[in-house]
């Protein structure tokens, strides 16, 4: 089990709206370490798609956003389309745990 | 542009070690930290480590204490992960990725191609 829980799915029809979330615990989110966002398209390595919560690297589009609140944090992708259909992953910090740096267990989105 | 390039796939038996390298080139190798994160078949992302190639600092992941090294050669800007005492559960693809900054807690802003790592008798 994960430190940080995601749903196994989410799923949306292309232009729509869809969101991840991300919930963890007072030792990670809630304690205020950062999340980050990471998309892994079929049979390739992660890519960074958001930083800090809330930033994107140059390069990926404004349509993906990020959001906290509380113990949890958010991934929203608007104006969806068929390439967005992947696997996305958190990741943050937890002082629980020796120090470790920790990943949510994945939200597999499905473009209908 | 920053490339991470990993050595080829390995097939191990159990109760062996194995030695992962990752040669960085278009930044400065040791104003970054570098991780190690693991995927097994058909599963999430797992972290094993980090380590800053500006003084050799580590972290590693609980699970792995003791079974795992984490090294860098500065001269050659290559990143290197050795696990010991290999076990079947052990089998995954074994990414190496940059931090955005030298700390332990940035995000990765650059991956491998992964390298699969097989556990098998």
């Known amino acids: 089990q994960s430190v940080l829980t995601q749903p196994p799915s989410v799923s949306g029809a292309p232009g729509q709206r869809v969101t991840i979330s991300c919930t963890g615990s007072?030792?990670?989110?809630?304690?205020?370490?950062?999340v980050h966002w990471y998309q892994q398209l079929p049979r390739t390595a992660p890519k960074l798609l958001i930083y800090g919560y809330i930033n994107r690297p140059s390069g990926v589009p404004d349509r993906f956003s990020g959001s906290k609140s509380g113990t949890s944090a958010s991934l929203a992708i608007t104006g969806l389309q068929a390439e967005d259909e992947a696997d996305y992953y958190c990741?943050?910090?937890?002082?629980?745990?020796?120090?470790?740096?920790?990943f949510g267990g994945g939200t597999k989105l499905t473009v209908l | 542009q920053v490339q991470l390039l990993q050595s080829g796939a390995e097939v191990m038996k159990p109760g062996a070690s194995v030695k992962v390298s990752c040669k960085a080139s278009g930044y400065t190798f040791t104003s970054f930290g570098i991780n190690w994160v693991r995927q097994a078949p058909g599963q999430g992302l797992q972290w094993m480590g980090w380590i800053s190639p500006y003084n050799g600092d580590t972290n590693y992941a609980q699970r792995l204490q003791g079974r795992v090294t984490m090294t860098t050669d500065t001269s050659t800007s290559t990143a290197y992960l050795e696990l010991r005492s290999l076990r079947s559960d052990d089998t995954a693809v074994y990414y190496c990725?940059?931090?955005?900054?030298?700390?332990?807690?940035?995000?990765?802003?650059?991956w491998g191609q992964g390298t699969l790592v097989t556990v098998s008798s």
């Open positions: 990741q943050s910090y937890d002082s629980s745990l020796s120090g470790s740096v920790v």
């Open positions: 990725a940059k931090s955005r900054y030298r700390g332990s807690r940035a995000a990765y802003d650059s």
């Open positions: 007072s030792s990670n989110i809630g304690a205020g370490y950062d």
